[in-house]
């Protein structure tokens, strides 16, 4: 199984936009990379994904690197609510395609 | 749409006792995952559903652990007897199949303390 790599922690400021990092560098071709978020107390949430497209929807953009090697998970303007845990996760392609989460990195949006 | 169900939310419980968690998830989900999240990690699989059958539980401590979805909708998981380590947060989540594409939905989560 593809792993990835994350900082352990990050910050940035209300209203700028929040870059996360996310190294993935022994993915496979038809590995999807997926991105969920956890906020204190409640269940992991569904952001975004894609396989070698940049991604865009209502919560954020995903920037997929050619080599498909690392992504950036982009959120264009950062609020409070956007603290939380944010998991980068390469797919498995098993016949279970389920999800194995790592340490994730820690958002921190400062007012 | 309704999301995953999980009940109970928070449960504290002695150690050798046992516990059960229930999970009704998103209508028409085929595929029916739980997790463990102990404080502080990401969430580890602990057994997935395909329908009524297991496809992964390879990291079930079947010993103590058990879990069951019998007519393919609802799952219960079984912690007998609960040891102390057994604190932690049981995430139940589905998606429409087990596909490389489908996005998978997570409940809030039951919150279990073992003293």
């Known amino acids: 199984d593809a792993k990835t790599t994350q900082p352990t922690s990050m910050d940035c400021a209300e209203g700028r936009a929040a870059n996360l990092p996310c190294n993935h560098s022994?993915?496979?071709?038809?590995?999807?990379v997926y991105w969920y978020r956890q906020i204190h107390s409640q269940g992991p949430q569904y952001i975004i994904h894609?396989?070698?497209n940049n991604e865009t929807n209502e919560m954020a953009s995903l920037i997929i690197t050619e080599d498909r090697k690392s992504s950036t998970l982009i959120l264009p303007h950062a609020t409070l609510r956007d603290t939380a845990v944010y998991y980068c996760?390469?797919?498995?392609?098993?016949?279970?395609?389920?999800?194995?989460f790592g340490s994730g990195t820690r958002l921190l949006v400062r007012p | 749409e309704a999301g995953v169900a999980q009940s109970p939310r928070y449960k504290i419980i002695e150690k050798r006792q046992s516990v059960a968690f229930w999970c009704n998830p998103i209508?028409?989900?085929?595929?029916l995952y739980w997790y463990q999240q102990i404080l502080g990690q990401g969430p580890k699989l602990l057994i997935q559903?395909?329908?009524?059958?297991?496809?992964?539980d390879s990291q079930l401590p079947k010993d103590r652990f058990s879990a069951e979805r019998l007519k393919g909708v609802d799952s219960t998981l079984k912690i007998q007897p609960a040891k102390l380590e057994d604190s932690a947060v049981y995430l139940c989540?589905?998606?429409?199949?087990?596909?490389?594409?489908?996005?998978?939905?997570f409940g809030e989560g039951s919150w279990l303390t073992v003293v």
């Open positions: 989540a589905s998606s429409l199949v087990k596909a490389k594409r489908n996005t998978i939905y």
């Open positions: 022994t993915i496979s071709g038809n590995e999807y």
């Open positions: 209508s028409g989900h085929a595929t």
């Open positions: 559903f395909q329908n009524n059958g297991v496809v992964d």
């Open positions: 894609g396989l070698k």
């Open positions: 996760i390469v797919r498995v392609t098993d016949s279970s395609y389920k999800l194995i």
